[in-house]
């Protein structure tokens, strides 16, 4: 028998080491690319595609309800809590509250002023403020679509095609309402704005849960809806534009 050539066999088992581990790169990259396809197919909450980030719009607000600006997201926090404090607690009005300000800041600016002249300091400079058309214009414009697209909302609802619609929405005008007779609007506006800092970045960290417990909901709403639509709402007569498109 010949002898073996170590060299030769080291060269070979390398070669059957690399490519065993080219063999299950290959299957990784496979199968993190098949989970990363399953994962983005997988049920969201409200139909959602885009990263929680990019649905509150990907800019500074998002970074500030999602505490990626955490300076900025404490200020406007506390902001908000001390509005809610002033008004809500103290029981302050907004009118007097504005006069209050603006006595303040002109007493102060007017006394700055006389006193620079007797210390040899220059007086406050105060910015002119301009309302920009282009800013108006924008602001009216998005204005004007959402109140068009709530009053088309509420002509499609209140034309008798879609009962489901009209069952929607009145149950969120009637929970909408029990909700404002418990708190008065400064404490309702306050906790909106405690639930758009909590909600976003609590739904971010446990978006497969939440999306998860989500759907085992709406799946058990549809088959309570599809009971009640059988039992009931399938007998009761409908108005002349069901079932019509509109031209």
């Not at 149950?171 to 909106?192: A, D, H, K, N, R």
Request: hydrophobic letters at 45%; one cysteine or more; proline letters at 4%.
């Amino acid at each position: 028998m010949a002898g073996i050539d170590p060299s030769s066999l080291m060269e070979k088992l390398s070669e059957k080491i690399r490519f065993r581990g080219d063999d299950s790169s290959d299957s990784d990259d496979d199968g993190s690319s098949v989970f990363s396809d399953m994962k983005s197919k997988a049920w969201r909450l409200f139909g959602r595609e885009k990263p929680v980030h990019k649905v509150l719009g990907s800019g500074k607000p998002a970074d500030i309800f999602l505490w990626r600006d955490k300076k900025a997201s404490a200020g406007f926090l506390g902001a908000a809590t001390a509005v809610w404090i002033l008004f809500e607690l103290l029981e302050y009005h907004l009118i007097t509250l504005v006069c209050h300000m603006l006595i303040l800041a002109l007493a102060v600016l007017f006394l700055w002023s006389n006193a620079s002249t007797f210390v040899n300091k220059a007086p406050p400079r105060i910015p002119k403020v301009n309302l920009q058309e282009k800013c108006v214009v924008e602001m009216a414009s998005a204005l004007r679509y959402e109140a068009n697209r709530g009053l088309a909302i509420l002509k499609d609802v209140g034309s008798g095609r879609e009962l489901k619609e009209l069952l929607v929405v009145i149950t969120g005008l009637w929970l909408i309402s029990i909700v404002g007779s418990w708190f008065s609007f400064i404490t309702l506006f306050y906790l909106t704005i405690i639930l758009l800092f909590t909600v976003p970045v609590f739904y971010e960290k446990y978006e497969d849960q939440v999306d998860n417990f989500a759907e085992k909901a709406m799946d058990e709403i549809k088959k309570q809806y599809a009971v009640l639509d059988d039992k009931v709402l399938s007998k009761i007569p409908r108005g002349p534009l069901t079932g019509k498109k509109m031209d």
